[in-house]
């Protein structure tokens, strides 16, 4: 097995390296103060004020107020949790709209909400993966319930214009969810000025850790909780809350505001160089997306020819991290579903990885990886055309 200092870890969309400050403030709510939160007395009282603590940084990262904030156990129930409610409190609405290119939290979801009888419009994305804002629009009926797309796609960054989206919906009177896992804390994000419903995050995309995530829920919205039981949350999100888990998150998002530059500078740097030298280095090799208008860390890249799955083996034996796309389909005989949306041939699908850097990621590493890709690209070539 590869040694951990030797690993070159390339796949942040995936999941992030818990940041050491995070791992610190849980500690001790995993040895000295695990006391319940719902607790009447004083113990589990100093363990609420470090939940609420977390609400109010986390509020500060989306810019929204703290009650606003449901923690969950990561984006797919956030997802869940928001369609459902959304669903629920329109019980005369049984229509969602979605796009091609969601995550399986949202759309699978959707699937399991069509074999109820009900409905689903999924409107398509073009070649640069960029949806047709009145496509969209029309899609929405008098009977439909939620908009659901996502602030940015977790396979090629691509950003979606929300602000334009949230508007028609709002002139539409239908709810508003976006799934944003992989747009916090990589983008600036102000919902005093975004008329959204309901936003899922996910901790460990995030720097904090997996099992748990937050949902944003306008305080203005009829709400319908997923889980019912206690009060906790606000009674929005019942469970004994995961304390240590919802207090790395609250520091991950504080962490989150002061490294928001350095994402957007040195990591989109360390991306762009990634870039370039391998379109230089070798040739038949194309972005997959819109260049521009994505995140600083992502890179989905076709390096026509070649197999991913091939690619992927041979990086892995070098210490390289990265994916075929999203993981929650890792293991898949089809292609990505995201690229096959956006209209790419099976044969460029099939030879595309997806890499995405993060703010633990250094120019040495950097300086070995684009000497191995390459090296390992040619080498692969070769074997193809013996």
């Known amino acids: 097995m590869t040694a951990e200092s030797e690993i070159i870890y390339l796949d942040n969309n995936s999941s992030t390296?818990?940041?050491?400050?995070?791992?610190?403030?849980?500690?001790?709510?995993?040895?000295?103060?695990?006391?319940?939160?719902?607790?009447?007395?004083?113990?589990?009282?100093?363990?609420?004020?470090?939940?609420?603590?977390?609400?109010?940084?986390?509020?500060?990262?989306?810019?929204?107020?703290?009650?606003?904030?449901?923690f969950t156990s990561g984006g797919t129930e956030s997802d869940n949790t928001a369609l459902h409610s959304a669903l629920q409190m329109s019980p005369e609405r049984r229509h969602v709209v979605t796009t091609s290119v969601e995550h399986n939290a949202v759309l699978n979801y959707c699937e399991a909400f069509v074999r109820r009888g009900c409905s689903v419009t999924i409107v398509a994305v073009d070649e640069q993966g960029h949806l047709d804002l009145a496509e969209m629009e029309a899609a929405i009926r008098p009977d439909t319930a939620v908009v659901s797309v996502m602030w940015a796609n977790n396979e090629t960054g691509v950003i979606?214009?929300?602000?334009?989206?949230?508007?028609?919906?709002?002139?539409?009177?239908?709810?508003?969810?976006?799934?944003?896992?992989?747009?916090?804390?990589?983008?600036?994000?102000?919902?005093?000025?975004?008329?959204?419903?309901?936003?899922?995050?996910?901790?460990?995309?995030?720097?904090?850790?997996?099992?748990?995530?937050?949902?944003?829920?306008?305080?203005?919205?009829?709400?319908?909780?997923?889980?019912?039981?206690?009060?906790?949350?606000?009674?929005?999100?019942?469970?004994?809350?995961?304390?240590?888990?919802?207090?790395?998150?609250?520091?991950?998002?504080?962490?989150?505001?002061?490294?928001?530059?350095?994402?957007?500078?040195?990591?989109?740097?360390?991306?762009?160089?990634?870039?370039?030298?391998?379109?230089?280095?070798?040739?038949?090799?194309?972005?997959?997306?819109?260049?521009?208008?994505?995140?600083?860390?992502?890179?989905?890249?076709?390096?026509?020819?070649?197999?991913?799955?091939?690619i992927l083996l041979k990086l892995d034996r070098e210490g390289v991290c990265c994916s075929l796309g999203s993981s929650c389909t890792t293991g898949a005989v089809q292609p990505s579903h995201v690229l096959r949306a956006m209209h790419l041939t099976n044969e460029r699908a099939r030879s595309s990885l997806r890499f995405s850097f993060g703010r633990f990621n250094t120019e040495a590493e950097l300086d070995k990886v684009v000497e191995i890709i390459p090296r390992t690209i040619r080498k692969l070539r070769q074997l193809a055309v013996m």
């Open 17 to 70: 390296r818990v940041d050491p400050e995070v791992l610190e403030e849980m500690m001790p709510f995993l040895t000295t103060h695990y006391g319940n939160p719902s607790g009447s007395h004083r113990f589990g009282a100093q363990v609420k004020a470090a939940t609420e603590r977390a609400h109010e940084r986390v509020a500060a990262l989306l810019g929204c107020e703290p009650n606003e904030v449901v």
């Open 160 to 310: 979606f214009p929300l602000a334009r989206i949230s508007e028609i919906c709002r002139a539409k009177g239908v709810f508003f969810h976006t799934d944003a896992v992989q747009a916090v804390g990589k983008m600036p994000i102000d919902l005093t000025k975004l008329p959204v419903h309901f936003l899922s995050l996910s901790g460990h995309k995030l720097h904090a850790c997996k099992g748990v995530g937050a949902l944003y829920v306008d305080r203005k919205s009829r709400f319908q909780p997923l889980l019912v039981g206690g009060p906790q949350e606000g009674g929005r999100r019942a469970g004994t809350d995961n304390v240590a888990s919802i207090v790395g998150l609250g520091k991950a998002a504080e962490l989150a505001i002061a490294t928001l530059e350095e994402e957007n500078t040195r990591v989109r740097t360390l991306r762009d160089r990634f870039e370039a030298t391998l379109l230089a280095e070798l040739e038949d090799v194309v972005v997959n997306g819109d260049p521009g208008m994505r995140l600083p860390n992502t890179s989905n890249l076709a390096f026509n020819g070649v197999d991913a799955q091939a």
